[in-house]
């Protein structure tokens, strides 16, 4: 982390204090927690991912049958092995992908927009706080209370991201131990 970073973090975090103090208070997520959280997911809601999350969940979702991507795998990638695992592993993963398109498709239905135009990582999360579309009914907030939870407005993506803390263990008081495993739920990455 770069001091420059840091610094945006420690703006974020004055700009948005009512929200994370809010957040505190019902949740018990701090605010540093909130924030950090933010930065590695999208760098404080700058890059929100540079790919439609229709169209990447989408060709997920068609992408079932080991034959259909072997063209674009490494020649070495396969062998005999791994190959039988290789293709449960893409049904499986198409299957999935089928219930995010699902998910984001109500997601957009619900919302008004167009689900064409929303942005998504690279397996499709969406919004400032990067959630898969079926995580979104489960654990989205409406903290601006416009009858909508849009992962695109901070204040509901926050919340939405301390609902999903607390639902997977986060506590007041509770060991940094702890903590690290229930972040680990949010975010798979050790980085």
């Not at 700009?15 to 949740?27: F, S, V, W």
């Not at 979104?136 to 991201?161: H, P, T």
Request: glycine share 6%.
């Amino acid at each position: 982390l770069r001091p420059e970073v840091i610094a945006e973090a420690q703006s974020y975090l004055q700009r948005n204090r009512e929200t994370l103090q809010g957040i505190a208070e019902n949740y018990c997520v701090p605010k540093e927690i909130v924030v950090s959280i933010l930065l590695v997911e999208t760098e404080l809601g700058q890059h929100l991912g540079n790919r439609g999350a229709f169209n990447t969940l989408a060709s997920m979702a068609l992408s079932s049958d080991l034959e259909t991507i072997r063209p674009y795998l490494a020649p070495d990638l396969l062998n005999r092995r791994n190959e039988e695992f290789a293709r449960k592993r893409c049904h499986q993963k198409a299957d999935w992908a089928y219930g995010e398109l699902k998910a984001l498709i109500r997601y957009a239905s619900d919302n008004g927009i167009d689900p064409l135009s929303i942005p998504g990582s690279l397996y499709g999360a969406i919004g400032i706080c990067q959630f898969m579309p079926t995580k979104i009914s489960v654990y989205g907030v409406d903290a601006d209370k416009d009858g909508r939870v849009n992962l695109f407005s901070e204040q509901d993506a926050l919340y939405s991201m301390a609902k999903y803390l607390r639902s997977h263990g986060w506590r007041c008081d509770m060991s940094a131990k702890r903590q690290y495993r229930v972040i680990l739920a949010y975010n798979h990455s050790k980085i």
